[in-house]
């Protein structure tokens, strides 16, 4: 090989490793922009706050059913999504719309694990709020009793479908209200919740078929109202 040749391979070569390290530095910082908990943080199902056969009205089976199926299933299919994110996101071949696809599942299935996380959590009491809590509640509503009716009759609005109730209290507007939701993902801005009831079918109709209003019965009847002020 002559001494031309051997400069021109030399060249060649060290173009070749350069633009190698080039493309592993640019996948290095792109791994990189897409690492960290929003992408890859996993959750564990929380366990139940009570022992599920101390529920007055709501079975064991139903409420281990609801825990196992539902809230669970919520949890494997949010760390499902959350760790196809990365490597979608990388992906150039990816649209937009699709990544977006993602996006959605992951904001429907994080509100499902959260919403269900808070309705466990504010049952397994005895369902009888404390003079100075409905006082409280009583203030916002005009009287307690005003309070509980509209809660009750959104819930009997959602029966037979999905959706939520939930008792909440706006930051931004200063509001301690009520609020429908139709779905995982229709929760108001800057809302806290105080109060959740689930009222897709699967939280009664193992105990109750289509009677709803049975179940929004017994709900009342476990609320644990220790956690709803320790939320208010």
Same mark, same amino acid.
């Given at each position: 090989?002559?001494?031309?040749s051997?400069?021109?391979?030399?060249r060649?070569?060290?173009?070749?490793?350069?633009?190698?390290?080039l493309?592993?530095? !640019? $996948? /290095?910082?792109?791994?990189? @922009?897409s690492?960290g %908990? #929003?992408f890859?943080?996993q959750?564990?199902?929380? &366990?139940?706050?009570?022992d599920?056969?101390?529920?007055?009205?709501?079975s064991?089976k139903?409420?281990?059913?609801?825990?196992?199926?539902?809230?669970?299933g919520? !949890? $494997? /299919?949010?760390?499902?999504? @959350?760790?196809?994110? %990365? #490597?979608?996101?990388?992906?150039?071949?990816?649209? &937009?719309?699709?990544?977006?696809?993602?996006?959605?599942?992951?904001?429907l299935?994080?509100?499902?694990?959260?919403?269900?996380?808070?309705?466990?959590?504010?049952?397994?009491?005895?369902?009888?709020p404390?003079?100075?809590?409905?006082t409280?509640?009583?203030a916002?509503?005009?009287?307690?009793?005003?309070?509980?009716?509209?809660?009750?009759?959104?819930?009997?609005?959602?029966?037979?479908?999905?959706g939520?109730v939930?008792?909440?209290?706006?930051?931004?507007?200063?509001?301690?209200?009520?609020?429908?939701m139709?779905?995982?993902?229709?929760?108001?801005?800057?809302?806290?919740?105080?109060?959740?009831?689930d009222m897709?079918?699967?939280a009664?109709?193992?105990?109750?078929?289509?009677a709803?209003?049975?179940?929004?019965?017994?709900?009342?009847?476990?609320?644990?109202?220790?956690?709803?002020a320790?939320?208010?």
């Amino acid at each position: 090989m002559s001494d031309a040749s051997r400069r021109v391979f030399i060249r060649g070569a060290a173009a070749l490793v350069a633009a190698g390290t080039l493309t592993q530095t !640019v $996948k /290095a910082a792109e791994e990189k @922009r897409s690492s960290g %908990p #929003a992408f890859d943080a996993q959750q564990s199902p929380v &366990p139940l706050p009570f022992d599920p056969k101390s529920l007055n009205g709501i079975s064991e089976k139903l409420i281990q059913s609801h825990w196992e199926n539902n809230y669970s299933g919520a !949890v $494997k /299919a949010l760390n499902t999504v @959350r760790g196809r994110l %990365p #490597a979608a996101l990388n992906d150039s071949t990816v649209p &937009p719309y699709v990544y977006t696809g993602l996006k959605r599942e992951q904001l429907l299935r994080t509100g499902s694990v959260v919403l269900h996380e808070y309705y466990f959590a504010n049952l397994g009491g005895n369902g009888k709020p404390p003079g100075d809590l409905r006082t409280r509640i009583g203030a916002s509503f005009g009287t307690y009793d005003a309070w509980e009716s509209e809660f009750r009759k959104i819930g009997n609005g959602l029966s037979g479908g999905s959706g939520w109730v939930v008792l909440g209290y706006n930051r931004k507007l200063k509001l301690l209200e009520n609020y429908w939701m139709a779905d995982h993902a229709t929760a108001p801005a800057d809302t806290s919740p105080v109060l959740v009831m689930d009222m897709y079918e699967h939280a009664y109709q193992m105990d109750y078929g289509a009677a709803a209003a049975k179940y929004i019965d017994a709900f009342f009847n476990n609320i644990n109202w220790d956690v709803v002020a320790q939320r208010v």
